[in-house]
């Protein structure tokens, strides 16, 4: 089984700024893929970003150029760097591990981008 903790959500203006990270414990020799996830209110959850064990990147079209993935796999922990914030960036970000085991979510943090 993996754990994750994740921390870094909050209220931001348009434009402003955010860092998401996440950080798995337990069965962590299994991870690949790592990556974040967003829900919007009314919405289904799409992907935002994911990130594999050679760092090789996917980014979602709405956030290229503004959202930034990265992974420290010393600490088994991802980072989502959120520049330029919009209001349909607002929902819930869930932390999301690819495994041997099969995936694994976190419990999810809100973003509120409003002025």
């Known amino acids: 089984q993996v754990q994750l903790v994740e921390s870094g959500g909050g209220l931001v203006q348009p434009g402003g700024s955010l860092r998401l990270s996440c950080t798995a414990s337990?069965?962590?020799?299994?991870?690949?893929?790592m990556g974040w996830y967003r829900q919007a209110p009314g919405k289904q959850r799409a992907l935002v970003a994911t990130?594999?064990?050679?760092?090789?990147?996917i980014y979602a079209d709405s956030v290229k150029g503004r959202f930034t993935i990265s992974r420290d796999n010393a600490k088994n922990t991802v980072y989502l760097q959120m520049n330029s914030l919009k209001v349909d960036d607002t929902g819930v970000y869930y932390c999301?591990?690819?495994?041997?085991?099969?995936?694994?979510w976190g419990q999810g943090t809100q973003v509120t981008v409003s002025s």
């Open positions: 337990g069965s962590t020799i299994s991870i690949n893929t």
């Open positions: 999301n591990v690819q495994t041997v085991l099969g995936p694994f």
């Open positions: 990130i594999t064990y050679g760092k090789s990147k």
